[in-house]
């Protein structure tokens, strides 16, 4: 298991826009697919977005696509979520995954056995 962080969350007015990121000490992080999961106040975890091991794979939720940005840095061992034009509906506790088997297609369909950073605020408010 990796340990991973997140940070980059807080406060946003609708339509701004914020970066997270999710990193660890000590991994390689091209071993893993990378995802970013959800969870709204009084809701259910959900998918947001996933970057397979080499980078090339990528998909999005529905409600998030042409919003939203995922990406990886190798050289940093670093994921990043950019969210852009947000929403009231964006609000959530945002957590960064990592799976050493699933692949980012499969991420679609929720987490399997990998790692998870501790969350971080995202709140959009006017």
């Known amino acids: 298991q990796v340990q991973l962080v997140e940070s980059g969350g807080g406060v946003v007015q609708p339509g701004a826009s914020l970066v997270l990121s999710c990193g660890a000490s000590?991994?390689?992080?091209?071993?893993?697919?990378m995802a970013w999961f959800r969870q709204p106040p009084g809701k259910e975890r959900e998918f947001v977005a996933s970057?397979?091991?080499?980078?090339?794979?990528?998909f999005y939720a529905a409600p998030v696509k042409g919003r939203f940005t995922i990406s990886r840095d190798f050289a940093w061992n670093t994921g990043t979520l950019q969210l852009s034009n947000v929403e009231t509906d964006d609000t959530a506790t945002y957590y960064c995954?990592?799976?050493?088997?699933?692949?980012?297609?499969?991420?679609?369909?929720?987490?399997?056995?990998?790692?998870w950073g501790q969350g971080t605020q995202v709140t959009v408010s006017s």
């Open positions: 970057i397979g091991r080499g980078g090339y794979e990528i």
């Open positions: 000590a991994w390689e992080s091209k071993s893993y697919a």
């Open positions: 995954y990592a799976d050493p088997v699933k692949t980012a297609m499969a991420l679609q369909r929720g987490p399997y056995l990998g790692s």
